[in-house]
């Protein structure tokens, strides 16, 4: 999913994914193969993997790259979190959000809800302009 967020603290939008990783522990699923049957396991503390960079003055389509690899990089299933966020600043007072989320671990409609459970926990808004899975 990418989204352009405006009016964000990013320290406190790192704590508040943070935050909804540890409150979640549906999103600390990892799955193994046993005996040829799938295993699903949960770990008890998990770090979202976040990149926070200055993108300010980058090409469009240096960030449609950047998220095309995200979503090539796939995930090693064994190892939780299945999802990474990317919080690219573009502008002053605007990022950019790449966040990369294996199918298994969030369906369609929860992939929806997630963002919006980190919005109590800052003043920034989704610019409406620029949804993109």
Not at 78 to 87: D, F, K, S
Request: aromatic share 10%; net charge neutral.
């Amino acid at each position: 999913m990418r989204v352009d967020v405006d009016g964000i603290d990013p320290s406190r939008f790192v704590a508040a994914w943070q935050a909804v990783l540890a409150r979640h522990d549906s999103l600390h699923c990892g799955f193994l193969h046993r005996e040829a049957s799938p295993l699903q396991w949960v770990a008890r503390d998990v770090a979202l993997p976040m990149i926070v960079e200055d993108w300010a003055g980058r090409d469009a389509s240096d960030i449609d790259a950047f998220a095309a690899s995200q979503r090539a990089q796939g995930f090693d299933l064994r190892q939780p979190p299945l999802m990474r966020v990317a919080l690219l600043r573009t502008g002053p007072d605007r990022h950019h959000l790449v966040w990369t989320v294996h199918h298994l671990l969030l369906d369609g409609w929860s992939t929806a809800q997630c963002p919006w459970a980190c919005w109590p926990s800052g003043p920034w808004k989704w610019s409406s302009r620029c949804w993109r899975s």
